[in-house]
């Protein structure tokens, strides 16, 4: 029963399967079913009213335990180890994205035995976190982990070369012999840091959603924190730009001898700023698969590219992953009017854009404990958002 949970054939009915299924394993409905007949037995010498009261205390009690459901042993030892599978899990894909991983050490292991030990990892910490899933009640951290079995999905011919093949309940399971014998490059490839739409990629972008949840493992359900949206740099971004953009950044204050100069420090401060953002911005981000978030990333990277000679001249370098760097020294001696110049335009269009990535990423992370385990989510409401990979 707890596959279906995580089946790929689960639909928009299954929105709140989560919660019954805690309910029903705790006993809550029981409970409450119990206490509702009791009452109707005597129901004959009652009158309207107090059925309708008793209808009333019963249907209170419901949605009490609803939204505090108690919690057994058992559901919290599978909270407080989902929460550490996906630590390890984080642990295992790091070592199959990282380079050294695919070398042979002189005097020791050769890149083939190497990542056949990291496959090995991957596959008992995936299966652990997927197992502790199915029995946990966080649903912050469940539903990264169903959006992780999908990418796993959408990934299965790519690891079936491998010998990583996906069994009925959502495990993995891994054939050694034919790994050994598959082209290693496959293998990087398909968990490359480097490539942001890559399977190694998206599970990472998952594992830090799950992560920065705020979780209380004491408790049935982790509580929706307002502040645990992971930070990415949207936000910041969209300030700096709008900063570099504004009149006010470039008011010239009155130097040591009297004369009128632009602030270059604060200036240098918060085109520093923005390129940090930027920065960070797109590596959180940019494994994304919220159809928002994507559109908004590449008209960001596109208006970069289209303003890359201009921001060169400035000491701000565009590299071939898309990165900006900043060279202080050759800031400093610009043309502060042409800084503004070049800012006026791009750091506020760059801004409107971020603030966009912000919301879906936003509105992707509240609304991620409706996912369904097919990986697309649900909000209630009449609402209904497709996280589509």
Partial sequence: MNS???????????????????????GSYARLMKAY?????????????????????????????????????????????????????????????????????????????KVASAMKDFVSD????????????LSSQTSHVANIMRNTSANADKLKELGVTINANGTLMLNEAKL??????????????????????KITSRIQFASSAHVNTSNTTDKKDPDSTPDIGASSLKEAGKALASDSLYAKIKDKD???????????????????NYNSMLDKAG????????????????KTAQNAAALKQLGISLDAKGKLSIDE?????????????????????????????DYYMTT??????????????????????????
Avoid: C, H
């Fill in 4 to 26: 279906s949970f995580f089946s790929s054939n689960s639909g928009i009915g299954n929105q709140n399967f989560f919660a019954d299924y805690a309910s029903i394993r705790n």
């Fill in 37 to 113: 007949y009791g009452k109707g037995t005597s129901s004959s010498t009652s009158t309207s009213g107090s059925r309708s009261s008793s209808g009333n205390n019963i249907l209170e009690q419901i949605l009490e335990e609803r939204r505090n459901p108690k919690v057994s042993k058992e559901v919290q030892e599978a909270n407080s180890n989902l929460t550490t599978s996906l630590s390890s899990l984080n642990k295992s894909v790091s070592a199959l994205q990282n380079d050294k991983t695919y070398e042979d050490t002189k005097n020791g292991s050769t890149a083939r035995e």
């Fill in 329 to 357: 020294d050759t800031f400093k001696n610009a043309d502060m009017s042409k800084v503004q110049q070049v800012f006026k335009d791009y750091g506020s269009s760059i801004a409107t854009n971020a603030s966009l990535v």
């Fill in 364 to 389: 992707q992370a509240n609304a991620s404990n409706s996912y369904t385990a097919a990986g697309g989510y649900n909000v209630q409401g009449g609402f209904r958002y497709t996280d589509a990979i």
């Fill in 258 to 276: 009297g004369n009128e100069t632009y602030d270059i420090d604060k200036i240098l401060g918060t085109a520093k700023n923005f390129v940090k």
């Fill in 180 to 201: 050994k014998k598959a082209d290693l490059t496959k293998v990087q490839d398909l968990f490359s840091a480097n490539d942001r739409m890559s399977y190694g990629s």
């Fill in 126 to 137: 995936y299966n652990d976190t997927v197992t502790n899933a199915k029995r946990s009640t």
């Fill in 287 to 302: 494994s994304s698969s919220n159809s928002g978030v994507i559109s908004n990333l590449s008209q960001i990277r596109e």
